[in-house]
């Protein structure tokens, strides 16, 4: 342990715990490791590496049409999102033309990627603070989208739906009847979130001016998607630097000042309904044509660097290859919004209760497998 | 037979039969918890073991007494397992004095009140030491957090019954019911008895440590809270005594407010009082029961959960302070008489 242990004016001392590899909400084998004093946070160690299984360094031994299966299982709530990001990248090395229809495709899957990931989040949110049936709740919207998806990509968890050049299948004959019954429906489900969560007085004390994020500390950290917007960092990928459909769809990025753990908690309520309003103006007007480019079975990058980075619902994921003209990259590194949103936290709980800190965690929404990689 | 040896037959038989029901309770509570909590959730709930799942809770009981009692390794041996019998002895000696129909209690005494609320101040030892007992951080941090909170909520707690103590001038349950005859307090005492009745619902799920006051096993931040080093028998102890306070706060309320097995009346109407007397008194108190404890457990499945200084501030700033002013106003009312 690197901590000295300090003695207090009044002869009382910090202590320091262990919450996790295994605690129920970590959400997974992080292991944070807590210096308090009494139950003020005094700081937040976060220790990684439970689940590292050395994906950057896999993706050296494989082809590029296999790293993308490696992807899925990094943050694996924003599976396609994670796909869509290396896909975009190989094909801007290989400069191909993506079918207009794989776009539009490519792009409804992100945004129910998106509403999924983000109930789930809300499930969990209300199950930290503990309130149990919002769980029971999220998961019923969730396990919607979690059809659609198996029955286009015979996947629930693991999509790789995404292939370099376009998408691995045609969609489903009944996907866009139920993506537009399950839109129907999530939008009479939305405000019932808020009536059990979002209006409760006991939630509002406990998130309010809770877990304080300023601008500055979310730029100089790093802290991007719904969390860094909440403090007022427009970091949304989808709006600053555009890719697939995101150009020709209107939608908002949703921003707000207070950077606290109830306006992290709004930006991504908000953002569901933005999504809702994204896939609702594709849904319809999804082209024709073929859903994949031709590319060679064999995918050979010219020599040289290539990045891609997309808005996945935790935030900026960064895909950076270096390629020497082999089939298997020669280096490859993702930028994971988990990772720069989780170094964060010490700022955010400091100075709070153990309560707190389960609260503002809550709201960073951490993956962990996306944090190892 | 001589006297002694009647006594002692008449102290087994209660003590078994309380057993039985302390048994019986923990048994249907867990379930009815279990179905109320898929009810609120939109799911079913157990319906595997036996029909509607009734036999659930009998098959979790059968495999935690077969598990193995084990004790932390450094942990003080002997607080660490006399702590969930401490649990339990507060709801044995509380669910004595209940009074389930009339005539239908185990003991009736002329300070009944005044027992019960300070026997069930010993629960909060159980915890206390059992979070000290265990060595482990967790456990210690619950123990903390549920010392301050039972013992603070008790005040109130203690205040709202004050105030029909002071309507019904008896510290006996008996006579408290008795008192009752023309119509519950919660009727005839005007709003500051609904106030009193609130601020007791709030403190009682306080006391009994459920949602939104569950902090000291608080699952998400202390993995169990106090009980985090127990399992097997031990453990359901602690879970035991946790549903058989439910049922002791919700039947005091019950007696106290709603009149307890006693029938609604309305005074001077005797058509409609006799016809309510045509339900036995027992269906009564179990009605009123259930219908509270399902709302303790509504709150429960609702609200998320205050943090150690809001139930504070929540009990210190706000709760006494109104249950001092309200005591005082039920004082003057019954002084004036001004109660239907």
Known sequence: MSQDIIMNPDGTQEYFIN????????HGVLRLVLTLDGEIIEKVEPHLGYIHRSIEKMCEKDNYRQIIHLTDRMDYLSAHMNNHAVCLA??????????ERAVVIRTIMDELTRISSHTLWWGVMGMDLGAITSFLYGFRDHEHITEIFEET?????TMNYNVPG????????????????FLADFKTKLPEYDTLLSNNVIFLERTKGVGILTKEMAISYGVTGPAGRASGFASDVRKHEPYSKYPNVDFKEILYTEGDTFSRYKARIDEMWESIKIIEQLIDVIPEGDFVAKTRNVIKLPK??????????????????VSDGKMQP?????RSPGFSNLSALNEMAKGGKIADLVATMSTLDLVVPDIDR | MPEALVITIEWITMGTLAILFVALLGLSLVYGERKVAAWFQQRIGPNRVGPQGI???????TKLIMKEPLTAGRSDHFLYNLAPFIMMLAPFIVISMIPYAKGLHILDMDVGVFFVTAVSGVGVLGVLLSGWASNNKYSLIGAMRSGAQIVSYELSAGLAILTVIVLSGSLQFSEIIESQREGWWIFRGHIPVWIAFLVFLISGTAETNRGPFDLAEAESELTAGFHTEYS???????????????????????????????PFHIGGLDGFNAVMDYIPPIFWFLGKVTFLIILIMWFKWTFPRLRIDQILTLEWKYLLPISLVNLVLVAFITLMGWYF
Not at chain 1, 153 to 157: H, K, P, T
Request: charged share 20%; aromatic share 16%.
């Open chain 2, 55 to 61: 036999l659930q809770t009998v098959a979790d009981i």
């Open chain 1, 304 to 321: 040289g660097e290539f990045y891609q980075k997309v808005e996945t619902a935790r935030g900026e994921l960064g895909v950076f290859i």
């Open chain 1, 19 to 26: 919450m996790g590899p295994q605690h129920p909400s970590t």
């Open chain 1, 90 to 99: 190989i094909e801007n090395g290989l400069s191909v033309e993506v079918p």
């Open chain 1, 153 to 157: 990509c015979g996947a629930r968890l």
């Open chain 1, 166 to 181: 376009g998408v691995m299948f045609d969609l489903h004959p009944d996907f866009v009847k139920k993506t537009k019954a």
């Open chain 1, 330 to 334: 020669y280096r490859m590194k993702f």
């Open chain 2, 232 to 262: 097997g028998i031990k453990f359901a102890f602690f879970f035991l005594a946790e549903y058989v306070n439910l049922f002791i706060i919700v039947s005091i309320a019950a007696t106290v407010f709603l009149g307890g097995w006693m």
